[in-house]
């Protein structure tokens, strides 16, 4: 397959900067390093042109928008020969590549024009390229709308909750009133590389947004004397108490394997005569908990909330047990669905994945 040059097709440039005081509430789409970032009343590109973000977030690649402000911190590719090379072949081989070998610095990394200009871009012809990018785009769109499901039934679990319980008069309690344990934080160990017999150290940087576990697990350090009351038992819920995750929890299940919790999360054990742990880590997903957390941040050098907050300031709405557990029910049967999905959209990244590989290899 025919190889090319990055600079040979196109001629990539860093325009002008932009501060953020300088930008519009309404006008053109203005593109950063990370995508777009708000509006402005002047556009630098007149088309659609693709901007790889050279500062920041590196190597993040994007299409713009028509009529676009491309900022200093992206790297829009200018001047492409499209007689040569198919937009959407390029956006796509570009993603797929990456830039770790062509960026430069330690404490600030960046892309430069020089080096940016030397990548190798395979050049199959116009129609082999569209048809390849065809493919990863049907492709792609599939795992588009797996992620589009996966969220729909996060939401779907939050619209139940509301439904079941608000705005039928409920009674409402503090959480430590409706917990055994209260307001444990968590080990201050370092963390080290896990291992068959150490538990999963929970931090966290570990809580994903859906309240699930990332897939990088780490263990605690030092002697288990020193960590072992930190073990989670089924049920406990985790709260976050500071920095910019604040208000962010977990809900522990046998399931997620052996765990110690780290010292930025803060335990409360639910006492499961009054409330069940999947209501009350529902109730943590609502925008009215949401609120409350927004409310009582107390913003010194990062936002910050403690666990006497957290147990005599969170009013917990107290519906009948069984409407709890009903509720807790259909919840299990919305995450036995989440996690069928999830498993599709695993096997439709592998596949993706090794789409890519053989497309831009000349083997697809």
């Known amino acids: 397959m025919r190889m090319v040059k990055l600079g040979e097709i196109s001629s990539p440039k860093q325009w002008r900067s932009l501060p953020k005081s300088a930008m519009t509430a309404t006008g053109y789409p203005v593109y950063g390093a990370n995508g777009r970032i708000g509006w402005y009343s002047e556009y630098t590109h007149e088309h659609p042109v693709i901007a790889i973000g050279c500062r920041g977030s590196i190597g993040s690649v994007h299409l713009s928008e028509p009529r676009s402000y491309i900022t200093s911190n992206a790297m829009a590719l200018d001047s492409l020969r499209t007689d040569l090379v198919d937009r959407n072949f390029l956006l796509r081989f570009l993603s797929w590549r990456g830039f770790r070998d062509v960026t430069s610095g330690s404490s600030q990394p960046q892309l430069t024009r020089q080096n940016i200009v030397k990548i190798d871009v395979p050049l199959p012809t116009l ?155 529902s109730f943590t997903r609502t925008s009215r908990y949401k609120s409350w957390v927004a409310a009582r941040q107390n913003v010194v050098a990062q936002p910050n909330i403690n666990a006497k907050q957290y147990g005599s300031e969170l009013m917990v709405p107290l519906p009948p047990i069984e409407y709890q557990k009903e509720f807790a029910r259909r919840v299990k049967a919305i995450d036995n669905i989440s996690a069928n999905v999830k498993e599709i959209l695993e096997q439709d990244d592998a596949l993706f994945a090794s789409l890519q590989s053989r497309a831009f290899k000349g083997e697809l």
């Open 127 to 281: 129609t082999e390229q569209r048809r390849i990018a065809a493919i990863l785009d049907k492709a792609d769109a599939i795992r588009t709308k797996r992620r589009q499901t996966l969220a729909r039934l996060g939401e779907l679990k939050v619209s139940l909750f509301d439904s079941m319980f608000y705005g039928k008069g409920y009674a409402t309690a503090p959480l430590n009133d409706v917990c055994l344990r209260r307001g444990e934080y968590g080990s201050t160990v370092a963390s080290t590389e896990i291992s068959d017999d150490l538990p999963r150290y929970v931090r966290i940087t570990d809580i994903q947004e859906d309240g699930n576990l990332s897939g990088e697990a780490r263990g605690p350090a030092g002697a288990s004397s020193e960590w072992n009351r930190y073990l989670l038992n089924d049920g406990d819920i985790l709260f976050a108490r500071s920095g910019a995750t604040v208000g962010k929890t977990f809900l522990y299940r046998s399931s997620d394997g052996p765990c110690v919790f780290a010292g930025y999360l803060i335990r409360f054990v639910p006492n499961t005569k009054l409330v069940d742990p999947a209501f009350l880590f």
